[in-house]
């Protein structure tokens, strides 16, 4: 059972004040019974006067104020911030206390007003980037037909001239760089308008095999050697045309930061909540002030990257619950992480049978 403070407080002194007038009724006996009488009397008043005394003023420098801080706390907790204590004014250890309340409840108000700025900056930038990128979703759209007509008018001049004609080659760059457009209006309509996963139950060491195959397709003109380690089959609710999209990106720049020759190594493992894909190169590695940015729309370190890849590749992680974490050295290589959760409902890695 808890005991009020105050019990507390003045108990200690009332039984020493009882003890002293035992004590005093044992010197006492002695005495004439009218004057012991009187001398007990006088006693008992004084040791009550005493404790009505201490009961008062603690009630008043002490009770009070704790009762007040705590009705301020009750406030504070249920959301009120524009609130303090009366005592912060007294110069005393209580004092102190309520001027801390009081400077703990400011701080608390300026943080929350602070958070309340930056959630309307935030809610605006993103009304903003939604704008932006439907009219960029709209423009790439509308810029890809009449850029697919451009192609085809392309080709078919390009036929009716000579291949000795000097100009052959300049119609071969217009041909490319209509191909770089195409492939950054593309690009463009899959980042603002991504399409809903299609998950499915299947092993994922599919999947990613699939996509090193391709990837191996992409490379045969330069020596890499490709190292595949799968592991146990493991049943993973994925899209595999979104995650195979996402591996052959990550597998792509791993062959376009190799300079010469090279590996790509891509693992499969379990860590019992996650299907871990690695793929790691032995290419020119990441700037380290780029290693922040890489996820960042737009952003590319290559001639001719649209700086979309990577982020999209990461939106299709999150779409999947997964996250891709990038780890790099300059000159010594790079490591991609993809990280895919296993069906949330069960335990641990499933197994396909």
Known sequence: MRVRWLLKAVLPL????????????????ALDPSARRSI????????????????????????????????????????????EVKFANRDDEIGQLGRDFNSMVYQLRERREQARRMHQAELSRAEHLATLGELAAGLAHELRNPLAGIAGVIDVLGQDIPENDPSKEIWSDVRNEIQSIQRILNDLLEYTRPRTPQKLASDINVTVEQAVHRAEQQALSKPIQFTLIKSAPLAVEHDPAL?????????????????????????????????????????????????????RPFFTTKR???????????????????????????????????RL?????????????
């Open 14 to 29: 009332a039984i020493v004040l009882t003890a002293g007038v035992g004590s005093f009724i044992w010197a006492t006996i």
């Open 40 to 83: 007990l009397f006088v006693a008992g008043g004084g040791a009550a006067i005493i404790c009505s005394v201490t009961l008062v003023v603690l009630l008043a420098l002490v009770q009070r104020p704790l009762v007040e801080l705590q009705e301020r706390i009750a406030q504070v907790g249920a959301g009120n911030l524009d609130v």
């Open 243 to 295: 995650i195979g999209q996402v591996l052959l990106n990550l597998l792509l720049n791993a062959i376009q930061s190799i300079e010469s020759s090279g590996s790509v190594e891509v693992s499969v493992e379990s860590d019992g909540r996650n299907a871990r894909i690695s793929v790691v190169d032995t290419g020119r590695g990441i700037d380290p002030t780029h290693l922040t940015q890489v996820f």
């Open 304 to 338: 001719n990257g649209t700086g979309l890849g990577l982020s999209l590749a990461q939106r299709i992680a999150e779409g999947h619950g997964g996250l891709i974490e990038v780890a790099s050295e300059p000159e010594r290589g790079t490591r991609f992480t993809l």
């Open 341 to 353: 959760p296993f069906n949330a409902t069960a335990p641990g890695a499933p197994e396909i049978k």
